[in-house]
């Protein structure tokens, strides 16, 4: 059983800096590229970042240069750092992995930011 669990969100006041761990389990996590999405109320699931098992990384165009993700493949842990955070963050941040037809989500860690 794939078996990811978000932490590290919190209430934090515009401008400041959060780091979401994404820490997982049963799966051959090397071989997986991975994730965050994020939900806002009333809005659907967006991508926020991604990173191929290569290190490749992605980025939504509202996060870039703010937001960087990275992963240790010996902790099967995904990260996310969060700087320069914006009210328009607040939401629900969930991880995935993804392998071809394959994806495992996390249930979620809010984010909520203050102006």
């Known amino acids: 059983q794939v078996l990811l669990v978000e932490s590290g969100g919190g209430l934090v006041q515009a401008g400041g800096s959060l780091r979401l761990s994404c820490v997982t389990s049963g799966s051959l996590f090397s071989i997986y590229a991975t994730g965050w999405y994020r939900q806002a109320p009333g809005k659907q699931r967006e991508l926020v970042a991604t990173?191929?098992?290569?290190?490749?990384?992605n980025y939504d165009d509202s996060v870039k240069g703010r937001f960087t993700i990275s992963r240790d493949n010996t902790r099967e842990t995904v990260y996310l750092q969060m700087n320069g955070l914006k009210p328009e963050d607040t939401a629900v941040y969930y991880c995935n992995l993804h392998y071809y037809s394959r994806d495992y989500w996390g249930r979620g860690t809010q984010v909520t930011v203050s102006s």
């Open positions: 990173m191929t098992r290569d290190g490749t990384s």
